[in-house]
């Protein structure tokens, strides 16, 4: 690209008339990551200790109502502004709808904690809504490559107060280069959301200019970037070290599409209705596997409480458990509860434990659904006991510890982006104490079942061998290598459970999972 290909900016509005080429202002934002990446997720880096909590905002603070009341006004005001902005322009809602989000994340949410939260975003119905949510997944999807195609218009950092623009402008470059929405309106409306607010409108012009270039040539800047770039080089290089360049190429594929809708299945249930449903296909038992268009409430057997949503990786760990009909299982970090119901559907005497009230709540409302039982305990399981009078040491445990969830990038795939070497080290740290102190709640001879759904060694092989070496008498009991029937490949030599990815490719992939069946000596 040579440098008349680059729009010129005019100088905005409301400058003071200093150089925007000049380092201050824009030092802030111009953050980037090892490979050279815009890296402003978290926003301009703080100056000093942290201020503590967020100030309820102006709109939030009233007194003299109560929450419901306050709730209540807030959906009235996301609502009119929706019917504001629809009138404007439309399809300018689910744009801004899809800007809010980009910016709750910023502060640090997940993407789904900012799909829960955006009230702009919950306002919206049916195919606006759709539209928002794929906006938002198609950019965490291919951050990489559409920040490169936007950096290859800015000669200059643009300054931190003005971060939305830098948000317009990959919102915009997602609908022109990935999603087929007509230029003209993609266009139309990045030039809108830009002349909306103080702090962008200095930027309309500038945002006009680069979204009608990547609309002409976004498409070609595209296909010339490597498979690489939409994934953070840390996580490359430890895939590429664990399993291989053909391998994370492979992964890196997978990376790129939705997962499709699995289902586990009650084995008593009347579930058959599903399985005859065009297109399911079941790999193995008590498994179904829908394309991802299916709207889950509205399948056979929803309200039934006949199945639930589960990745057919995620449901490996408590197959690895055997038989546990009339066994005292401890479900350890059991929050939303996949396996909680897989274990209690089993008739296992199931005690499900978690820290989050928030994540407990859902648990047993799935339980409730699905007309399963389980003891649930709200705790920190590094601080918990089991007493005697509730039974004592249990038969069997599963540890599904917190992790990277670096194996669910298909289906959160802004997790790549949320984390850093740093966080493995302190998750490979907590997960190593979990190990043990889940082994402290064990009766000899029983089987704890350690798994977490990261692609990193460091997190699940390397775990393992590191808890049999301080562990006298600790052993894996394998599985067999034939108890998968078609996923074969996924049993290690150790008896172990290693999926990828980019296995079943042909029918859409799996999560990426490590499962470990740990016996303790009599
Ligand atoms: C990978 S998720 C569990 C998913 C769950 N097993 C399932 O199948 O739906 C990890 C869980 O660990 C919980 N957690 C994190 N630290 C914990 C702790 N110290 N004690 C108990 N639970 C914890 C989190 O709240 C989260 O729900």
């Not at 080290?425 to 979990?434: A, I």
Request: aromatic fraction near 4%; glycine fraction near 8%.
């Amino acid at each position: 690209m040579t440098d008349n290909d680059k729009p010129r900016r005019g100088k905005p509005s409301h400058s003071s008339g200093r150089s925007f080429s000049g380092k201050p202002e824009g030092r802030s934002f111009d953050r980037r990551d090892r490979d050279g990446r815009p890296d402003d997720r978290k926003g301009p880096p703080r100056k000093g200790p942290p201020k503590g909590p967020r100030p309820p905002r102006r709109e939030e603070r009233r007194p003299e109502e109560t929450a419901e009341e306050g709730a209540r006004r807030l959906a009235r005001a996301a609502e009119e502004k929706y019917e504001f902005l629809e009138s404007k322009m439309p399809g300018l809602a689910a744009r801004r709808a899809a800007l809010d989000i980009l910016g709750i994340m910023r502060r640090g949410r997940s993407l789904d904690e900012a799909l829960a939260q955006g009230r702009s975003f919950n306002v919206l119905q049916g195919p606006d809504r759709a539209f928002a949510r794929n906006m938002i997944s198609t950019y965490w999807r291919r951050r990489g490559s559409l920040d490169a195609i936007i950096g290859a218009y800015l000669d200059w950092p643009l300054p931190g107060k003005s971060v939305e623009v830098m948000d317009i402008l990959r919102i915009a470059a997602t609908q022109l280069v990935l999603l087929d929405t007509p230029a003209h309106a993609a266009v139309a409306t990045a030039t809108e959301l830009a002349n909306q607010k103080q702090e962008t409108r200095g930027y309309a012009k500038l945002v006009n200019a680069i979204c009608r270039r990547i609309a002409e040539k976004g498409k070609d800047q595209l296909n010339a970037l490597p498979l690489r770039t939409d994934t953070p080089g840390w996580l490359w290089r430890a895939l590429e070290r664990a399993y291989g360049p053909a391998q994370v190429t492979a992964i890196a594929e997978a990376h790129r599409t939705e997962a499709p809708l699995d289902i586990s299945l009650k084995p008593d249930a009347e579930a058959t209705a599903l399985t005859v449903l065009d297109g399911s296909i079941s790999h193995l038992p008590n498994h179904v596997r829908l394309s991802a268009a299916h709207d889950v409430t509205a399948l056979p057997g929803f309200e039934a409480g006949d199945w639930w949503v589960q990745d057919i990786a995620a449901s490996l760990p408590v197959r690895l458990m055997g038989d546990v009909t009339g066994k005292r299982v401890l479900d350890l970090c059991a929050a939303p509860g996949g396996k909680t119901l897989q274990l209690a559907a089993a008739g296992a005497s199931v005690t499900a434990l978690d820290i989050s009230g928030n994540r407990l709540k859902r648990l047993m409302e799935n339980l409730e659904r699905t007309d399963l039982a389980a003891e649930t305990v709200k705790a920190d399981m590094l601080a918990w006991e089991p007493t005697e009078e509730s039974g004592g040491a249990f038969d069997a445990i599963l540890l599904d510890a917190p992790c990277t969830a670096t194996g669910t990038v298909r289906r959160n795939p802004d997790v790549a982006w949320a984390k850093s070497e740093q966080d493995v080290k302190d998750l490979t740290n907590l997960q190593t104490f979990m190990i043990d102190r889940a082994l402290g709640f064990l009766k000899p001879g029983g089987l704890l079942v350690y798994c977490v759904c990261s692609l990193l060694r460091a997190e699940g092989e390397d775990q393992v061998k590191a808890a049999l070496a301080r562990h006298d008498g600790l052993s894996v009991e394998p599985l067999a290598a034939d108890a998968l029937p078609g996923l074969e490949k996924a049993i290690a030599k150790d008896g172990t459970i290693r999926t990828l990815p980019s296995m079943l490719a042909t029918t859409g992939g799996m999560d990426g999972f490590y499962a470990a069946a740990l016996r303790k000596p009599e």
